[in-house]
């Protein structure tokens, strides 16, 4: 499945990343309808991989198109496995190659990745440790194609338009549909946030980070906006809408999220409009230039590219209209998730305190240079920058916490214009 945190490969990156000599295709790719003998075979297959590897199997699972009843696919079956240490490939490799398996690609700064060709059976099998940021993209693609069958066909579209082209190398026909595959997994995620969304609501109502902290800091860029109307990017639950509408604003919130948008319609609908609303595609009901101000909190973390966000706020806002966002700090998730470069543009996986468990997120890190190029780019002059202090009134429900945001920044602020 094409990755969602590396740039396309040129042809003159493949040789770097091939183990074996480049296949090239020089043609077009070959669909199969679907098989039911396609399980069958990854269920073979997944036996015989457990018996060479015994109890370093952590994960096994059939992955991708073969393992979506229905969908036509490449007559290929993709195993997603993961081991306790890809870079030790003395731990496996030699085991793997022994049983008639082919390391056929080494991506070891790309997700420590490995992909093994089968001994028998046309196969992919994608090799990773844990904490990759690739386990919850298969799956979640997987369910939701396999769930909906809209989705379905919107990519089954897709796979049969560009395998009609003639392609140098295959890769490159994997490339070509990382932009509808993200699309699916982004409204896969956010069907995720449906499901514990009166959680969060009731979370975000009085946890330190986001009352106390967040807020705070977007009300305070955002200014007078008596008067204005409003444009409440990720608005999730409401809370910053219903808080922007008390100083007087004409609100409408947008959310990926229809868990979400009607939380935000049951408690705060008789101060602001909500509506559900995909960010990163073209906000179709909103205007050309309707807009005074976009308040855009802690949401665009959570999208790879900016490109089309960025270029919608900039259509909608009136000329020398405010735009506002926070995001995490750059220098702080470089350094909580001990990463070794702080420049990669990232995918990284966490944990939300919600319910017993917690729920399992997504976001992509950044350098903050990244962040202004996007900014920039898109037309916008940054006209500040803020690392906010807490609210004292954070103080008496959670002293720790108070004291840690005082001295370790959680969030980054921007404001930006646009050009007059």
Not at 247 to 261: H, N, T
Request: aromatic residues 10%; glycine residues 6%.
């Amino acid at each position: 499945m094409p990755k969602p945190d590396r740039v396309d490969y040129t042809n003159e990156d493949l040789p770097d990343i091939y183990v074996t000599e480049v296949p090239k295709l020089n043609s077009t790719v070959t669909l199969a309808e679907y098989d039911p003998a396609w399980p069958g075979l990854y269920d073979r297959e997944a036996e015989r991989i457990r018996k060479i590897l015994g109890d370093r199997v952590l994960v096994l699972e059939h992955v991708v198109s073969t393992s979506v009843p229905g969908l036509c696919a490449k007559p290929i079956i993709d195993i997603l496995l993961e081991i306790p240490d890809t870079d030790d490939e003395d731990s496996y490799v030699p085991v793997l190659e022994a049983a008639g398996y082919v390391l056929r690609i080494r991506e070891p700064d790309w997700e420590r990745h490995r992909l093994f060709k089968g001994p028998d059976t046309d196969i992919n099998l994608h090799v990773y440790s844990p904490g990759n940021g690739q386990a919850e993209r298969y799956r979640l693609f997987r369910e939701r194609l396999r769930a909906h069958e809209d989705e379905r066909k919107l990519y089954e579209a897709t796979k049969r338009q560009l395998a009609a082209r003639t392609w140098t190398y295959v890769q490159h026909y994997a490339d070509a549909k990382t932009e509808v595959i993200d699309a699916i997994i982004d409204r896969a995620r956010a069907a995720q946030y449906d499901e514990f969304s009166e959680l969060y609501a009731d979370h975000a109502e009085t946890s330190i980070t986001n009352a106390f902290y967040d807020r705070p800091a977007i009300v305070e860029l955002a200014g007078d906006v008596e008067g204005k109307r409003v444009l409440d990017a990720g608005c999730a639950a409401g809370h910053l809408s219903a808080l922007l509408a008390a100083r007087g604003a004409d609100v409408l919130g947008l959310d990926a999220s229809e868990g979400m948008v009607a939380i935000a319609r049951k408690r705060f609908g008789e101060v602001a409009r909500f509506e559900r609303a995909d960010l990163g595609q073209p906000l179709r009901s909103v205007e050309d230039g309707s807009i005074d101000v976009i308040t855009a909190s802690l949401v665009l973390h959570y999208l790879r590219d900016w490109g089309t966000p960025l270029s919608e706020f900039r259509r909608v806002l009136r000329p020398g209209g405010t735009l506002v966002f926070s995001v995490h700090h750059p220098g702080e998730d470089w350094h909580w998730f001990g990463k070794d470069d702080y420049f990669q543009l990232e995918l990284l996986e966490d944990v939300f305190p919600l319910g017993e468990v917690g729920q399992q997120v997504q976001f992509y890190r950044r350098p903050l240079s990244w962040t202004f190029t996007a900014v920039r780019d898109a037309g916008f002059a940054v006209d500040r920058i803020v690392e906010p202090m807490p609210v004292p009134e954070a103080e008496a429900p959670d002293p720790a916490w108070y004291r840690k945001l005082r001295t370790q920044p959680r969030f980054l602020y921007f404001r930006a214009m646009s050009p007059t």
